[in-house]
Antibody, heavy 119, light 111 residues
Framework: EVQLVQSGAEVKKPGESLRISCKGS????????ISWVRQMPGKGLEWMGR????????NYSPSFQGHVTISADKSISTAYLQWSSLKASDTAMYYC????????????WGQGTLVTVSS | QSALTQPASVSGSPGQSITISCTGT?????????VSWYQQHPGKAPKLMIY???NRPSGVSNRFSGSKSGNTASLTISGLQAEDEADYYC???????????FGGGTKLTVL
């Protein structure tokens, strides 16, 4: 069974750093892209960027480029989303999602990680 | 403002059919057959319902269908059921600076 299991909810202060994770199982982790999708409270879905775990190639939405870093450790089938300096506006639910190589849809999603940034 | 335009809400009675539209441009919806649709119930992760305009993943009811005409894609749900009440999002590949764009979402209410 394909699963993407994300790390638990986080509460952070502005300016702090954070890394959340997404562990894949039940499939060949290096055969599919992992994307990250943001959903701010009461709002819609926003694609942030993605990574090819086989070679760690990444591409980002311009809206998120420079503010977050996507990485992966294929040895443990885990992708990461990282911030070096959080802002209150980063408060949101973050989902990881699997996408096929050369495909532009997401067939499996993680359960989401709620990040709250508040002083 | 989202790159793809969806109606904020639609509604229908059980057993009826509804259609949700998703309007983009020739750089996304109109230019490629990479439109997908997602269902999201409150507090849950999105679920893929349609991919590549009109394909249904295994396990998705055949009451859900997708189509496209020009720059507008559509999701049709026939034989509405109470469990269909959810938010629905379209998505498309785009040749602009970001690979993937989502619509703003449509809240479906089953009356």
């Amino acid at each position: 069974e394909v699963q993407l299991v994300q790390s638990g909810a986080e509460v952070k202060k502005p300016g702090e750093s954070l890394r959340i994770s997404c562990k894949g199982s039940g499939y060949s982790f290096t055969s599919y892209w992992i994307s990250w999708v943001r959903q701010m409270p009461g709002k819609g879905l926003e694609w942030m960027g993605r990574i090819d775990p086989s070679d760690s190639y990444t591409n980002y939405s311009p809206s998120f480029q420079g503010h977050v870093t996507i990485s992966a450790d294929k040895s443990i089938s885990t992708a990461y989303l990282q911030w070096s300096s959080l802002k209150a506006s980063d408060t949101a639910m973050y989902y990881c999602a699997r996408g096929g190589l050369g495909e532009y849809y997401f067939d499996y999603w993680g359960q989401g990680t709620l990040v709250t940034v508040s002083s | 403002q989202s790159a793809l335009t969806q109606p904020a809400s639609v509604s229908g009675s059980p057993g009826q059919s509804i259609t949700i539209s998703c309007t983009g441009t020739s750089s996304d919806v109109g230019g490629y057959n990479y439109v997908s649709w997602y269902q999201q119930h409150p507090g849950k992760a999105p679920k893929l319902m349609i991919y590549d305009v009109s394909n249904r993943p295994s396990g998705v009811s055949n009451r859900f269908s997708g189509s496209k005409s020009g720059n507008t894609a559509s999701l049709t749900i026939s034989g509405l059921q109470a469990e269909d009440e959810a938010d629905y999002y379209c998505s498309s590949y785009t040749s602009s600076s970001t690979d993937v764009v989502f619509g703003g979402g449509t809240k479906l209410t089953v009356l």
